[in-house]
Antibody, heavy 121, light 108 residues
Framework: EVQLLESGGGLVQPGGSLRLSCAAS????????MSWVRQAPGKGLEWVST????????YYTDSVKGRFTISRDNSKNTLFLQMNSLRVEDTAMYYC??????????????WGQGTLVTVSS | EIVLTQSPGTLSLSPGERATLSCRAS???????LAWYQQKPGQAPRLLIY???NRATGIPDRFSGSGSGTDFTLTISRLEPEDLAVYYC?????????FGPGTKVDIK
């Protein structure tokens, strides 16, 4: 059974940093693209970033380019999202999601339960 | 960027009724790369349909998807109480991938 467990969320001041992690199990982690998708409170879904199975290709939505960095450790079956220069509008539940392919197209066939990031002074 | 519009915003139906949800794209979605997700209250989203009409693993056959180009439909043939959820469409044929705003399905 595929399992994705996010951690690392919390309360941070504007301009601060957080590092999210997603521990994966139940599948061959290095064979699949992994993504972060966020959902602001009471709002819809927004794709944030994707990394290919090998880690060689990364993709970002425009609003986080230059501030967020996605990475993965295939030896530890773990996905990361380093978030710097956080803004109030980054407040959201952040979901880790697995894709059915090693790279594109970007689709999400399994989701974690999410970790909440709150950016506030 | 492809903008997705979903209608109606809210659908209120009784158990056993048929639900028809619409997703319209601002540009043609290439290769029918259109997916549908279900998000129940307090839960993470779940993939229902990919490639416009292919059911994901474990999804009941009362859920079906259709459409191409700019117009897509999710049909729930016989609503059950557990279908109470928000349903999102997503296009993954062009970058950036985008989601629609969602349709909330209420069960009377």
């Amino acid at each position: 059974e595929v399992q994705l467990l996010e951690s690392g969320g919390g309360l941070v001041q504007p301009g601060g940093s957080l590092r999210l992690s997603c521990a994966a199990s139940g599948f061959t982690f290095s064979s699949y693209a992994m993504s972060w998708v966020r959902q602001a409170p009471g709002k819809g879904l927004e794709w944030v970033s994707t990394i290919s199975g090998s880690g060689g290709s990364t993709y970002y939505t425009d609003s986080v380019k230059g501030r967020f960095t996605i990475s993965r450790d295939n030896s530890k079956n773990t996905l990361f999202l380093q978030m710097n220069s956080l803004r109030v509008e980054d407040t959201a539940m952040y979901y880790c999601a697995k894709g059915p392919y090693s790279s594109s197209p970007i689709l999400f066939d399994c989701w974690g339960q999410g970790t909440l990031v709150t950016v506030s002074s | 960027e492809i903008v997705l519009t979903q209608s109606p915003g809210t659908l209120s139906l009784s158990p056993g009724e048929r639900a028809t949800l619409s997703c319209r794209a601002s540009q043609s979605v290439s290769s029918r790369y259109l997916a549908w997700y279900q998000q129940k209250p307090g839960q993470a989203p779940r993939l229902l349909i990919y490639g416009a009409s292919n059911r994901a693993t474990g999804i009941p056959d009362r859920f079906s998807g259709s459409g191409s180009g700019t117009d897509f439909t999710l049909t729930i043939s016989r609503l059950e109480p557990e279908d109470l959820a928000v349903y999102y469409c997503q296009q993954y044929g062009s970058s950036p991938v985008t989601f629609g705003p969602g349709t909330k399905v209420d069960i009377k």
